[in-house]
């Protein structure tokens, strides 16, 4: 993300033990947009972030290809996703027990964190359908 590329680029600083923490701790996330080129800018329309400690829930949902690595997979715009994620998404709602298998045990990476965000994707999508897809891992 911007902030942990920004975080990372300080470690010369004499806080930089916190930061190299920081940047190795809490850098470990996914963040997705949505942007429109307009005028030759990028203009963001919606972001989010989540960890990384949800992709192998993402996975059994079948939606981490989309989320995560949508420009190795061929989705390029909002519309590009929509079907997947509510697929993904009734699969979520249909099963939580089974998806709460894969909670990460320090907390960070929750099935009730983790619906939501697919949640906003979703209506993002639905709301933007020709806006570009863009990530940082």
């Given at each position: 993300?911007?902030?942990?590329?920004?975080?990372?680029?300080?470690?010369?600083?004499?806080?930089?033990?916190?930061?190299?923490?920081?940047?190795?701790?809490?850098?470990?996330?996914?963040?997705?947009g949505l942007s429109y080129h307009i005028d030759g800018n990028s203009v963001d329309v919606f972001d989010r972030n989540i960890t990384h400690n949800l992709g192998?829930?993402?996975?059994?949902?079948?939606?981490?290809k989309a989320l995560w690595r949508p420009d190795e997979n061929g989705f390029e715009k909002g519309?590009?996703?929509?079907?997947?994620?509510?697929?993904?998404?009734?699969?979520?709602?249909?099963?939580?027990?089974?998806?709460?298998?894969?909670?990460?045990?320090?907390?960070?990476?929750?099935?009730i964190h983790f619906v939501p965000f697919v949640e906003a994707v979703l209506e993002a999508c639905k709301k933007y359908p020709n806006a570009l897809i863009w990530v940082s891992r």
């Amino acid at each position: 993300s911007l902030a942990c590329s920004w975080l990372r680029s300080r470690t010369s600083s004499p806080i930089s033990p916190l930061i190299q923490h920081l940047t190795s701790e809490e850098c470990m996330s996914l963040d997705i947009g949505l942007s429109y080129h307009i005028d030759g800018n990028s203009v963001d329309v919606f972001d989010r972030n989540i960890t990384h400690n949800l992709g192998e829930m993402a996975e059994e949902a079948g939606i981490y290809k989309a989320l995560w690595r949508p420009d190795e997979n061929g989705f390029e715009k909002g519309s590009d996703l929509i079907p997947v994620l509510e697929a993904g998404m009734k699969d979520l709602k249909e099963r939580p027990e089974y998806f709460m298998k894969f909670d990460a045990p320090n907390g960070w990476g929750m099935y009730i964190h983790f619906v939501p965000f697919v949640e906003a994707v979703l209506e993002a999508c639905k709301k933007y359908p020709n806006a570009l897809i863009w990530v940082s891992r």
